[in-house]
Nanobody, 116 residues
């Protein structure tokens, strides 16, 4: 069983920055494609970013240029640095681990609230 634990969420003012972290259990972290997704109330879950390796990253259109996803395979951790945050980005942010068989594991989510 793979466990994912997100941290780093909270309240931030518009235009502010936040870094989320996701710690993953298990010994094959390097094989996972890691991702961050978010879900706002009443909306579908949407892609924020995914990372297979430092050279293979993907960002959702709404966050390109403002977010950076990274991973530390030695620490079994993936990070999401978010800058210039907007109120409409208030959501629960979820960490995802995917393996090439198509199986996904999800964290419990961390709330990010962008408000003055």
């Amino acid at each position: 069983q793979v466990q994912l634990v997100e941290s780093g969420g909270g309240l931030v003012q518009p235009g502010g920055s936040l870094m989320l972290s996701c710690a993953v259990s298990g010994s094959i972290f390097g094989r996972y494609v890691m991702g961050w997704y978010r879900q706002a109330p009443g909306k579908q879950r949407e892609l924020v970013a995914t990372i297979a390796s430092a050279a293979v990253v993907k960002y959702g259109d709404s966050v390109k240029g403002r977010c950076t996803i990274s991973r530390d395979n030695a620490k079994n951790t993936v990070y999401l640095q978010m800058n210039s945050l907007k109120p409409e980005e208030t959501a629960v942010y979820y960490c995802d681990a995917a393996i090439n068989t198509g199986v996904h594991w999800w964290g419990q989510g961390t709330q990010v609230t962008v408000s003055s």
